[in-house]
């Protein structure tokens, strides 16, 4: 019977394959931002849209671009997959509950505990154990806050 692990690296292989909301938006509109990790040579670049719906900012559509491990274009596939359609604060907590997952510091106490579902994310805690994947695993998250500050 496979384990949590096999069920998780076969998550991870998924959106590696078969990467969710590849691709480019045009700018303007669309914000994007550039991101790289250079100790494994991974490179994402996040397009967002951001539209007023019921005066409140939601992300209405998120493409990503770049090349990498399995990790860095796997998590940018969740990532968009997660973001797609929520609101920028919602957004903005699921990267502060991602981060935790990493066991990487959130600014302010207490925002690693909101009420976000991770989804297909959780496959990526076992990164954890690797030090120098933590680094693959948050690069498109960077990159989307980035994105959201630009
Ligand atoms: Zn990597």
């Not at 303007?28 to 490179?43: I, K, Q, V, Y």
Request: hydrophobic share 40%; charged share 25%.
């Amino acid at each position: 019977m496979p384990g949590l692990e096999d069920l998780y690296r076969e998550i991870i292989l998924d959106h590696y394959r078969t990467p969710r909301n590849r691709g480019e938006l045009p700018v303007p509109p669309a914000r994007h931002a550039e991101g790289h990790n250079p100790l494994c040579g991974d490179e994402i670049t996040v397009f967002l849209d951001v539209q007023q719906v019921d005066g409140v900012d939601v992300v209405s559509d998120v493409k990503v671009s770049g090349q990498g491990c399995s990790i860095s274009q796997s998590s940018a596939s969740m990532m968009s997959q997660a973001v797609k359609g929520k609101p920028v604060a919602e957004v903005r907590a699921l990267v502060r509950k991602f981060k935790g997952l990493m066991s990487i510091e959130v600014d302010d106490a207490g925002a690693a505990d909101v009420d976000v579902p991770l989804g297909d994310l959780e496959a990526l805690q076992g990164v954890v154990k690797f030090p120098v994947r933590i680094k693959c695993a948050t690069l498109a998250w960077n990159t989307l806050t980035q994105a959201l500050d630009s």
